[in-house]
């Protein structure tokens, strides 16, 4: 029968406790949300959603066409001049998602004959990117500046590394000064994957590799996305302009795909001219990072010190870490829940988000209701 094998696989998923299902949320959700990426509260910001709103009406519902041909706007290039501003690389190029950017960014910087080193903890679309680089992968032990020169220096010519500036799964962040410096022995590049740095890490929220002293280096590229601090959808690739302007002679996935749409490109800039005027939510949003992980780890949990807005609590199981967060949220608490494929190391997670505008009675109802529902 055409798809048996999709029932084999069901099982085999059932009987490990890895089943995944999709559950729509309603509008009003009373739920507290320490689930989403929405790390400065902004994607149901008045001055962002009217970001959106006026950017449909003003360019319509969508973009029309891909980048090259009609789906560029005068709104997709102010956007691109912005993000570029505040991040301090010379130039951007927006993308329809981050996921779409990483592609574009790791296929594109790593052709034939080149070499790609990847951090083992990398996001699963820079792992993506590597596969279908025509390059050669090696991947390196995580954070491990050490383990990306070794690398390196087994190949002559062009090479590359890739690495998440703030890994998802645990929060923690790469040695991306450490890891520029690696690569610079060997005139190599460095694509850093910033999702989870922009809008919390640097000054003002300027990113990671702001805060690395890293912004505007001819050797050093920054991938994006539009859809967590910055409460939209989208990514964008930063770097040097020649750079840019390969990527779009040469990136796939920017030129085969349409353009992001206007009302995602409207409101990501409005939350970006928020963030620039109201840079205190950067500092916020790590303020409430650090608070919630002090209380776990007082309250005994086996939770990871955040370097930006990503709290992670360790589960025994697999099994235990769905019922954990199930029963969270039936306590009326909304968390994430890591578990393989997703957890490099197989080790199942409950993942917090420390979001700017979480309040302190909303933090302690939120580790009150962990430690009552733990397994
Ligand atoms: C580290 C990292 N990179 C890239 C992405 C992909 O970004 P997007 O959701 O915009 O496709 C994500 C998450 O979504 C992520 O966590």
Not at 255 to 270: E, K, Q, R, S
Request: charged residues 20%; neutral net charge.
């Amino acid at each position: 029968m055409a798809f048996g094998w999709i029932d084999e696989q069901a099982e085999l998923r059932r009987r490990a406790g890895l089943v995944r299902t999709l559950r729509p949320r309603p509008a009003d959700s009373p739920l507290l949300d320490l689930a989403s990426n929405d790390y400065l509260g902004l994607a149901r910001h008045p001055e962002v959603t009217e970001g959106a709103a006026r950017a449909a009406r003003v360019w319509g519902g969508g973009s029309t066409g891909s980048r090259l041909v009609t789906g560029t706007t005068g709104l997709h290039a102010e956007l691109e001049r912005e993000l570029a501003g505040f991040c301090g690389f010379e130039a951007a190029l927006v993308f329809s998602s981050g996921y779409a950017a990483n592609l574009a960014a790791v296929t594109a910087l790593g052709p034939h004959g080149s070499l790609i080193v990847s951090d083992a903890g990398n996001h699963a679309s820079l792992i993506d990117g590597c596969r279908l680089a025509r390059g050669t992968t090696q991947v390196v032990a995580h954070a491990d500046p050490d383990a990306v020169r070794k690398a390196l220096h087994t190949h002559d010519g062009p090479a590359v590394a890739v690495s998440d500036t703030v890994f998802s799964v645990d929060g923690d962040a790469a040695p991306l000064a450490a890891l520029a410096a690696a690569c610079r022995e060997r005139g190599a590049g460095l694509v850093a994957d910033d999702a989870h740095g922009l809008g919390v890490l640097g000054a003002g929220g300027r990113g990671a590799a702001y805060a690395a002293g890293l912004a505007g280096a001819e050797d050093v590229v920054v991938t994006v996305t539009l859809s967590k601090s910055l409460g939209s959808q989208g990514g964008a690739v930063l770097g040097p302009a020649r750079v840019i302007d390969h990527l779009v002679n040469a990136a796939r996935t920017f030129i085969f795909d349409t353009g992001l749409a206007p009302a995602a490109a409207g409101a990501a800039l409005a939350a970006l001219r928020l963030l620039r005027r109201e840079p205190e939510r950067a500092e916020r949003a790590r303020a409430v990072a650090g608070e919630l992980h002090a209380r776990l780890t007082a309250a005994g949990h086996a939770a990871v010190r955040p370097d930006a807005a990503v709290v992670s609590v360790r589960a025994p199981s697999p099994e235990s870490a769905v019922r954990w967060a199930a029963d969270c949220r039936t306590a009326g608490l909304a968390v994430g829940c890591f578990r393989p494929p997703s957890v490099p190391d197989g080790v199942s997670r409950l993942r917090l988000t420390a979001r700017a505008d979480l309040s302190g009675d909303q933090i302690e109802r939120a580790v009150r209701v962990i430690g009552e529902t733990r397994p």
